[in-house]
């Protein structure tokens, strides 16, 4: 379908995705990359030293976004494991120190007994 009965059909606006494939090595999709990038500055009249106004992506360009986002969320669990640790080790800790604290009077009051007292 040429461009411009697509962008007649369904507007000027729309973003194109153009798919291509290009077979070999590293070096063959390198060369790929530049031809489609030379062929698109000269499509949209892409003064030289300027930025692209569009975008050359690879499968290289979304690892790197996977990634990205599973680094964040791999921080993210240990954050979290971090802080659930430490309120699980403050819980253990409150609840040995209030069975101590019942003990210590137990504990007292065995002695106590054991020298001969009756009373606790």
């Not at 461009?3 to 494939?21: L, V």
């Not at 030379?38 to 949209?44: D, I, Q, S, T």
């Not at 309120?87 to 409150?94: A, E, F, H, L």
């Amino acid at each position: 379908m040429p461009i411009t009965t697509y962008q007649q059909t369904y507007g000027y606006n729309d973003s194109i995705d153009i798919y291509a494939r290009a077979n070999g090595d590293i070096a063959a999709m390198e060369r790929a990359k530049d031809e489609v990038r030379v062929l698109m500055r000269a499509r949209r009249h892409n003064a030289p030293g300027t930025a692209d106004d569009f975008e050359v992506e690879t499968n290289d360009t979304y690892m790197d976004i996977y990634k990205q986002i599973t680094s964040i969320f791999f921080s993210v669990i240990v954050g979290i494991s971090s802080i659930a640790l430490v309120v699980g080790g403050i819980v253990i800790m409150n609840i040995m120190l209030v069975s101590v604290t019942e003990r210590t009077r137990e504990l007292a009051c065995a002695r106590r007994w054991a020298h001969g007292s009756a009373m606790c």
